[in-house]
């Protein structure tokens, strides 16, 4: 018997960009049964009323900002299938994917937690977080493009300088995407809320591998439009740096 799957994307004011990643899920899904949710962090532009004009699109919606996890985990007192999928609404992809992952984790019962290889626009790798952050990696990896050693520890940190191309073990699940075993997820009561956005996906990886192996399937990807809003905003990473302080002092006391 094929087993059901579940998705869930977190909006919040994503518009047209948030509509096109729901309908990419939905049609591009054939093989596996799905229940897909859209968790509306109360958008005022009109997101909601657009993804639920969508067949096969059940929105769930909130009358505040959760920020990501907390949205996320709202899916808790949902219907789920055997596989979860936690999906950006700025990822694409044109075949379907999450069966092809349900699969992949079902022929590896020993794996609890996947992320596919993450592409650029134009078809590059992505190269994101795949260790366990440190004060360092987090911090002086931000000034990379400084060059020199600032730049060997954020390649360090995302495997930049490493050809990956079979099944490796990571303790960074990026939460772009990613698949999990509901199972698990519900054990782990889902994402930590205390984290509005980010470092809540590696804080949930490495609970995860608590159950099991947490890996990379670089022969699956997926694109995502990777806006780095922290490098960007002063708000944003102001909330990057607080998530960051989090989590090293969570984790600090679970080494």
């Known amino acids: 018997m094929e087993p059901k799957i579940s998705a869930a994307i977190v909006t ?3 518009g047209e960009k948030a509509i096109k990643a ?3 899920v939905v049609e591009n899904t054939k093989k596996l049964p799905l229940d897909f949710y859209v968790i509306d962090n109360a958008s005022s532009d009109g997101t909601a009323e657009a993804a639920e004009q969508l067949c096969g699109v059940k929105v769930l919606r909130q009358n505040k900002n959760l920020g990501f996890g907390a949205a996320h985990n709202k899916v808790l007192n949902e219907e789920m299938g055997k596989y979860h999928f936690v999906i950006n609404p700025d990822i694409s992809f044109s075949t379907d994917i999450l069966s092809e992952l349900a699969e992949f984790m079902e022929n590896n019962p020993d794996i609890v937690m996947c992320c596919p290889k993450i592409l650029n626009e134009d078809g590059s790798e992505q190269h994101l977080p795949k260790e366990r952050p440190t004060a360092k990696r987090l911090f002086l990896g931000r000034l990379a493009p400084l060059g020199g050693v600032f730049k060997k520890i954020r390649t360090e ?4 300088d ?4 079979t099944v490796s073990d990571v303790d960074f699940c990026t939460g772009c995407f990613f698949v999990i075993k509901s199972e698990v997820f519900k054990k782990l009561g889902g994402f930590d809320e205390r984290f509005f956005m980010y470092q809540e996906d590696v804080d949930l990886t490495l609970r995860a591998k608590e159950y099991g192996r947490t890996v990379i399937n670089p022969q699956i990807a997926v694109t995502h439009l990777w806006e780095r809003e922290s490098a960007k905003s002063i708000k944003y990473l102001l909330i990057h740096t607080k998530s960051a302080i989090k989590f090293l002092r969570k984790w600090r006391k679970r080494k």
Do not use: E, I, L, S
């Not at 940190?157 to 930049?160: I, L, N, R």
């Not at 490493?162 to 191309?165: A, G, H, N, S, W």
């Open 12 to 14: 919040y004011n994503g």
């Open 22 to 24: 729901c309908k990419c």
């Open 157 to 160: 940190y995302t495997w930049a």
């Open 162 to 165: 490493r050809v990956t191309d």
